[in-house]
């Protein structure tokens, strides 16, 4: 912990002084209690529920949390707390990890009560009653007769080759008898499963254990869970940006721990988690925002420790053209700020809980699951309402000034982080046109910086393009996609899987130079004198 | 300057980069006194590179000019001497992010080549984190060990000159991710799972056959590895161009063109454009891609170990 602290220092050469900020206002909670952030985490995930409550601080989920048991040393072990991600086949869930919380998951329903404890990888199976019960060993099933035939010639389809009925199933199943016991009935009463090969028995038994033994198996979060998750089931909220083009973002922006990173994203935060995940904390992250807040309901499934979220500031979108034209002055910040808070909490609670509040929306309750597992949740989360509110009663004003003071010190430091336009990365992944986003983000990057310019589509980017070189201060641009095939690997049945991602965005990337005579500095490449050669003509 | 932490001016024992222009550039060992020659004529390092901030733009004797870049991972891959056959940003891309690599990750990798990897997976794990990458050619991992040096990464990264399938990686029960990229990478596979961590972690094997991936498939499961994927990424790079395309006489008269509302009104503009086109033209922007592209490099497989 010691060690991990003091490494940023002197990293952070530039961004030192908010550093320091950072650690005047929570640095030594934070070192006392590691396990703040996980409870801090718990608590949130409620108070989404009920926007009374959603003024509670971050100090004082702190005090909430010393008062509970310290967490397990070991960061394998599943906590209560955690940010967890089920997984069931090829499918994901992130989930907090609470206690007595009913989870739905793939049609099935269950609490994590029993996980706790279980080092992730774990597998599991849930029983009746909803517990879930680890599956140490998967053991394999032998049907004890090795027969198969070579061909399908004799093999008739007649609809008549299983001899348990739809209801003899279903009795079974209400027996509570066991999947993998029922994939055995299913075998031993099926005409035809001795005449198939062995591949199609292979296949007929897979079939049936998909459907019939269902096993979850809880993980922890990363970039890779996190964004083939989100590609997977909402890629609507992340522009579709498929988890292989995210990859290509991070290596091309060389995101690495200790640089002072621009990251502009709609991407559900997913985008800067990642970000997030590859510095480890160690520099500083100012992310510019549309609208009323960054949205992070990605990002806090990450479950990333309160330190990260130390070195990671925010910038309004809307500001950054008076801030670089120098009519946005710090000092008139402060009253900036407190005309506009109270505004936003009046709305629907404060911005801040707004925002961390949406991962559980997006992720917990998607919608399919939300209408089923609605009315338990709402139920659960009235157990809590009475505690929450004594804690709502015992500071409202105070936690609204604390807010409001946080988000100044924010803004900020993100402020005295752009000062010197001497970033070290930008990133855009966003649903708005990126051409003019990103001529004047660029503005902010240091000469000799990679930037990545992600969108759905393609055309925008040839207008990137054309208008950087236009513009001048960037060289080596290179337009790309990137193409993901995935394989299926098995003895003599070796083959590209039958469905691959049609598309998963492109990416436009550069290198910033100093731009010193806008006319001469885009003729190195050869493009683009051919296209001036057009110009000219005219 | 180092691999792993930006800085602003060029100095001495600095690997820089030279950029001459379209995908044309090479490093170069900034030294006092140094010259290097270019197309655009001589580069005296002592006076137009040191102390020059990287981004610069920097004139040759000839009057020509070239950017001074800082190095980072993926421009080295594009520079450096092969002393192998080597693995490109594309792969390297999918790799980081599969094997979950990040600040203080623990990494073994076999065979080192020439160090392209290397770099990225150095870059990723910094400041915390370590690398023990085996070789077993003596003279590329003696390369190896004097260009991690050179770049400032050496207390990152150690590199041994032993057979990774006879002698394993040299670590025990360390890692939180293996790296293969060797001919026979399932004789590696039960050394691999002796060097990740007691509690787990994640494998990638990286060839170019189907058939070492079947065999390195069938050992991941032996050796009781969950989670087998394997997968391929293709790049695909567009040139961005406008085109014009001709408009086909159709043997209509002048009239009958004119009165198309929208579209006629475009193209009287473009007409203005290119005079000197005989007929009319449409102009759009257009990503086209690169007549030949590289189709396949290699199939990545994928793996993790849990703790039983």
Same mark, same amino acid.
């Given at each position: 912990?010691?060690?991990?602290?003091?490494?940023?220092?002197?990293?952070? *050469?530039?961004?030192?002084?908010?550093?320091?900020?950072? +650690?005047?206002?929570?640095?030594?909670?934070?070192?006392?209690?590691?396990?703040?952030?996980?409870?801090?985490?718990?608590?949130?995930?409620?108070?989404? /529920?009920?926007?009374?409550?959603?003024?509670?601080?971050?100090?004082?989920?702190?005090?909430?949390?010393?008062?509970?048991?310290?967490?397990?040393? /070991?960061?394998?072990?599943?906590?209560?707390?955690?940010?967890?991600?089920?997984?069931?086949?090829?499918?994901?869930?992130?989930?907090?990890?609470?206690?007595?919380?009913?989870?739905?998951?793939?049609?099935?329903?269950?609490?994590?009560?029993?996980?706790?404890?279980?080092?992730?990888?774990?597998?599991?199976?849930?029983?009746?009653?909803?517990?879930?019960?680890?599956?140490?060993?998967?053991?394999?099933?032998?049907?004890?007769?090795?027969?198969?035939?070579?061909?399908?010639?004799?093999?008739?389809?007649?609809?008549?080759?299983?001899?348990?009925?739809?209801?003899?199933?279903?009795?079974?199943?209400?027996?509570?008898?066991?999947?993998?016991?029922?994939?055995?009935?299913?075998?031993?009463?099926?005409?035809?499963?001795?005449?198939?090969?062995?591949?199609?028995?292979? *296949?007929?038994?897979?079939?049936?254990?998909?459907?019939?033994?269902?096993?979850?198996?809880?993980?922890?979060?990363?970039?890779?869970?996190?964004?083939?998750?989100?590609?997977?089931?909402?890629?609507?909220?992340?522009?579709?940006?498929?988890?292989?083009?995210?990859?290509?973002?991070?290596?091309?922006?060389?995101?690495?721990?200790?640089?002072?990173?621009?990251?502009?994203?709609?991407?559900?935060?997913?985008?800067?988690?990642?970000?997030?995940?590859?510095?480890?904390?160690?520099?500083?992250?100012?992310?510019?925002?549309?609208?009323?807040?960054?949205? +992070?309901?990605?990002?806090?499934?990450?479950?990333?420790?309160?330190?990260?979220?130390?070195?990671?500031?925010?910038?309004?979108?809307?500001?950054?053209?008076?801030?670089?034209?120098?009519?946005?002055?710090?000092?008139?910040?402060?009253?900036?700020?407190?005309?506009?808070?109270?505004?936003?909490?009046?709305?629907?609670?404060?911005?801040?809980?707004?925002?961390?509040?949406?991962?559980?929306?997006?992720?917990?309750?998607?919608?399919?699951?939300?209408?089923?597992?609605?009315?338990?949740?709402?139920?659960?989360?009235?157990?809590?309402?009475?505690?929450?509110?004594?804690?709502?009663?015992?500071?409202?004003?105070?936690?609204?000034?604390?807010?409001?003071?946080?988000?100044?010190?924010?803004?900020?430091?993100?402020?005295?982080?752009?000062?010197?336009?001497?970033?070290?990365?930008?990133?855009?992944?966003?649903?708005?046109?990126?051409?003019?986003?990103?001529?004047?983000?660029?503005?902010?990057?240091?000469?000799?910086?990679?930037?990545?310019?992600?969108?759905?589509?393609?055309?925008?980017?040839?207008?990137?393009?054309?208008?950087?070189?236009?513009?001048?201060?960037?060289?080596?641009?290179?337009?790309?996609?990137?193409?993901?095939?995935?394989?299926?690997?098995?003895?003599? +049945?070796?083959?590209?899987?039958?469905?691959?991602?049609?598309?998963?965005?492109?990416?436009?990337?550069?290198?910033?130079? *100093?731009?010193?005579?806008?006319?001469? /500095?885009?003729?190195?490449?050869?493009?683009?004198?051919?296209?001036?050669?057009?110009?000219?003509?005219? | 300057?180092?691999?792993?932490?930006?800085?602003?001016?060029?100095?001495?024992? %600095? @690997?820089?980069?030279?950029?001459?222009?379209?995908?044309?550039? &090479?490093?170069?060992?900034?030294?006092?006194?140094?010259?290097?020659?270019?197309?655009?004529?001589?580069?005296?390092?002592?006076?137009?590179?040191?102390?020059?901030?990287?981004?610069?733009?920097?004139?040759?004797?000839?009057?020509?000019?070239?950017?001074?870049?800082?190095?980072?991972?993926?421009?080295?891959?594009?520079?450096?001497?092969?002393?192998?056959?080597?693995?490109?940003?594309?792969?390297?891309?999918?790799?980081?992010?599969?094997?979950?690599?990040?600040?203080?990750?623990?990494?073994?990798?076999?065979?080192?080549?020439?160090?392209?990897?290397?770099?990225?997976?150095?870059?990723?794990?910094?400041?915390?984190?370590?690398?023990?990458?085996?070789? &077993?050619?003596?003279?590329?991992?003696?390369?190896?060990?004097?260009?991690?040096?050179?770049?400032?990464?050496?207390?990152?990264? @150690?590199?041994?000159?032993?057979?990774?399938?006879?002698?394993?990686?040299?670590?025990? $029960?360390?890692?939180?991710?293996?790296?293969?990229?060797?001919?026979?990478?399932?004789?590696?596979?039960?050394?691999?799972?002796?060097?990740?961590?007691?509690?787990?972690?994640?494998?990638?094997?990286?060839?170019?056959?189907?058939?070492?991936?079947?065999?390195?498939?069938?050992?991941?499961?032996?050796?009781?590895?969950?989670?087998?994927? @394997?997968?391929?990424?293709?790049?695909?790079?567009?040139?961005?161009?406008?085109?014009?395309?001709?408009?086909?006489?159709?043997?209509?008269?002048? %009239?009958?063109?004119?009165?198309?509302?929208? %579209?006629?009104?475009?193209?009287? $503009?473009?007409?203005?454009?290119?005079?000197?086109?005989?007929?009319?033209?449409?102009?759009?922007?257009?990503?086209?891609?690169?007549?030949?592209?590289?189709?396949?490099?290699?199939?990545?497989?994928?793996?993790?170990?849990?703790? &039983?």
């Amino acid at each position: 912990m010691t060690k991990w602290q003091s490494r940023p220092i002197a990293l952070q *050469k530039k961004g030192n002084k908010v550093a320091s900020a950072a +650690r005047a206002f929570g640095g030594n909670r934070k070192r006392a209690f590691p396990e703040l952030s996980l409870v801090r985490e718990v608590l949130l995930f409620f108070s989404f /529920s009920f926007s009374a409550w959603s003024s509670v601080s971050f100090l004082d989920c702190g005090r909430i949390a010393m008062e509970a048991s310290p967490r397990s040393s /070991s960061p394998h072990v599943i906590c209560e707390g955690d940010w967890a991600v089920l997984k069931r086949e090829d499918v994901f869930k992130a989930v907090a990890v609470v206690k007595r919380r009913k989870i739905v998951f793939e049609k099935q329903w269950f609490c994590l009560d029993n996980a706790i404890g279980h080092v992730y990888g774990t597998s599991f199976e849930v029983t009746s009653g909803g517990s879930l019960q680890p599956k140490r060993t998967l053991e394999e099933m032998n049907p004890e007769t090795k027969e198969a035939g070579t061909d399908n010639r004799n093999i008739i389809d007649d609809g008549k080759s299983q001899k348990l009925t739809h209801d003899d199933i279903k009795a079974l199943k209400d027996k509570g008898i066991k999947g993998q016991e029922i994939v055995q009935q299913l075998i031993e009463n099926s005409t035809t499963f001795r005449d198939k090969t062995e591949f199609a028995q292979d *296949k007929y038994i897979k079939k049936k254990k998909k459907k019939y033994e269902a096993v979850i198996t809880i993980i922890k979060p990363s970039t890779r869970i996190l964004s083939t998750m989100y590609y997977a089931r909402e890629p609507g909220k992340i522009n579709y940006l498929r988890y292989d083009t995210l990859a290509q973002m991070l290596t091309w922006g060389n995101v690495h721990a200790g640089n002072k990173m621009i990251v502009m994203e709609t991407c559900a935060g997913l985008v800067l988690g990642a970000v997030m995940e590859r510095m480890g904390g160690y520099g500083s992250i100012v992310q510019i925002y549309p609208g009323e807040g960054p949205v +992070r309901a990605a990002t806090s499934c990450f479950g990333f420790p309160k330190t990260f979220f130390d070195t990671l500031s925010e910038f309004p979108l809307s500001k950054v053209a008076s801030f670089l034209s120098g009519t946005f002055s710090l000092t008139s910040l402060p009253s900036e700020s407190e005309e506009n808070t109270p505004l936003a909490e009046d709305k629907n609670g404060s911005g801040d809980d707004k925002e961390l509040s949406r991962p559980e929306v997006d992720i917990e309750c998607s919608p399919k699951v939300a209408m089923e597992s609605g009315q338990p949740e709402d139920q659960e989360m009235v157990e809590f309402t009475s505690e929450a509110l004594d804690d709502k009663a015992k500071g409202t004003t105070h936690d609204k000034q604390k807010k409001q003071e946080e988000k100044k010190r924010k803004l900020i430091e993100a402020a005295a982080l752009l000062k010197n336009k001497d970033a070290d990365g930008l990133i855009v992944a966003s649903r708005f046109h990126p051409a003019s986003l990103l001529l004047l983000l660029l503005e902010l990057v240091a000469p000799s910086r990679p930037f990545v310019v992600y969108c759905q589509y393609k055309e925008p980017l040839l207008e990137c393009y054309a208008k950087l070189r236009e513009k001048g201060g960037v060289i080596n641009l290179k337009l790309s996609e990137t193409w993901l095939r995935n394989y299926q690997i098995l003895p003599d +049945r070796s083959h590209p899987k039958l469905i691959m991602s049609g598309g998963g965005g492109y990416l436009l990337t550069g290198i910033t130079v *100093k731009n010193e005579s806008i006319n001469t /500095s885009d003729c190195l490449d050869e493009p683009s004198s051919k296209k001036r050669k057009l110009q000219e003509h005219h | 300057m180092s691999f792993i932490e930006y800085g602003d001016t060029i100095k001495e024992g %600095d @690997t820089a980069i030279v950029f001459l222009g379209h995908e044309s550039m &090479f490093p170069v060992k900034v030294q006092h006194g140094g010259k290097t020659q270019t197309k655009y004529g001589v580069i005296r390092h002592s006076t137009d590179l040191i102390g020059k901030k990287y981004g610069s733009k920097v004139t040759c004797s000839k009057g020509g000019w070239v950017y001074i870049l800082y190095p980072t991972p993926e421009l080295w891959t594009l520079n450096l001497r092969h002393r192998t056959q080597i693995l490109y940003s594309t792969d390297i891309s999918l790799i980081t992010m599969m094997l979950e690599l990040k600040p203080g990750s623990i990494v073994c990798e076999s065979g080192t080549g020439s160090a392209s990897l290397s770099h990225a997976i150095i870059r990723t794990i910094a400041p915390t984190g370590h690398l023990y990458t085996i070789e &077993f050619h003596q003279q590329r991992a003696e390369k190896a060990i004097e260009e991690f040096e050179e770049h400032k990464v050496g207390h990152l990264v @150690t590199v041994k000159t032993q057979d990774v399938c006879k002698n394993g990686f040299g670590v025990t $029960n360390v890692a939180d991710a293996v790296f293969l990229d060797i001919p026979s990478p399932w004789e590696a596979v039960g050394h691999a799972k002796l060097a990740l961590k007691h509690e787990g972690g994640r494998i990638c094997s990286f060839s170019p056959c189907i058939e070492q991936v079947q065999r390195t498939c069938l050992a991941l499961e032996e050796h009781g590895f969950t989670e087998i994927t @394997t997968s391929e990424i293709l790049l695909r790079v567009y040139n961005v161009r406008t085109i014009s395309l001709q408009i086909p006489d159709l043997g209509k008269t002048a %009239d009958g063109n004119s009165s198309t509302g929208v %579209d006629g009104g475009n193209l009287s $503009n473009e007409d203005a454009l290119c005079p000197n086109l005989p007929q009319e033209t449409i102009q759009f922007k257009s990503g086209v891609p690169l007549k030949e592209m590289v189709g396949h490099t290699g199939y990545l497989t994928f793996a993790t170990k849990n703790l &039983f």
